[in-house]
């Protein structure tokens, strides 16, 4: 499991992405007058858990962590990978842990009944691990999806997540939100500060994704510094900082 995996490519993974955000749609409407902001972790490395989790918390925010139980003690090409005293301190510091498959599996690769079946092994390998909060948030890895993924996983969490590069606003799909990368070297961190440039004068809910976060990242990380400045300029933005749970009670709320 410790090897990059590339999903499909050709045409007919390029119709099915777009099929996928046109199909099995869940809407929600985000109509803020402040914008909200959620920084997530995929897989997570364990320099998610620690260094990513630092710099959060000296601005006085909290995270979402995607675990893949599979991934959980062992090493990737991410580095090191969360444990479970990452899982009960994240908790504890009021972090979310969400859900990102046991396998971290393409569910557009497999059968809406085997991407269900390690959607349930990674809440039983979790609990394992002594992590006993609900899980009501699900990022697609890779950002892989079907129509039959987002329906069979729409009514298990509150939120389904992809990695279509965007700010959340108006109608959205929540079996497949947008979000933002934190990865691409300054390039991509230029970006990513951008579009929270974008948000006193159009609010929206922008999600972060970040992987690995430190001084040598993997071509999908960002460094601790690089990391400090996206925090830097949604903290300039004036938007609310929310985990992915916490925003979409506060959508609940409001619609």
């Known amino acids: 499991m410790n090897a990059p995996y590339t999903p499909g490519s050709g045409l007919g993974a390029a119709l099915n992405r777009r099929w996928v955000r046109l199909a099995a749609r869940q809407p929600m409407r985000i109509d803020l007058d402040h914008a909200i902001v959620t920084f997530t972790f995929d897989d997570f490395p364990k320099s998610a858990a620690t260094t990513g989790a630092a710099v959060l918390e000296r601005h006085g925010w ?151 976060i430190q001084d040598e990242p993997t071509q999908w990380g960002c460094t601790p510094a690089q990391f400090e400045r996206v925090c830097e300029a949604v903290e300039a933005s004036g938007a609310q900082v929310m985990t992915m749970a916490e925003a979409a009670r506060q959508m609940g709320r409001k619609s």
């Open 62 to 212: 909290r995270g979402t962590y995607y675990a893949s139980a599979g991934y959980a003690g062992g090493e990737t090409h991410h580095g090191t990978m969360f444990d479970a005293g990452d899982l009960a301190r994240l908790t504890a510091d009021g972090h979310e842990i969400a859900c990102h498959t046991y396998g971290h599996l393409d569910a557009s690769a497999v059968s809406g009944r085997a991407l269900v079946a390690d959607v349930e092994r990674n809440a039983r390998a979790l609990a394992a691990m002594g992590h006993e909060a609900e899980i009501t948030s699900f990022a697609f890895a890779y950002g892989e999806a079907t129509p039959a993924a987002k329906l069979a996983l729409g009514s298990r969490f509150a939120t389904l997540r992809g990695i279509r590069a965007g700010i959340n606003r108006g109608t959205v799909d929540r079996g497949l939100l947008k979000s933002v990368p934190l990865d691409g070297g300054e390039a991509g961190i230029a970006r990513a500060i951008e579009a929270a440039g974008t948000l006193p004068d159009h609010p929206g809910w922008l999600i972060y994704y970040a992987h690995d």
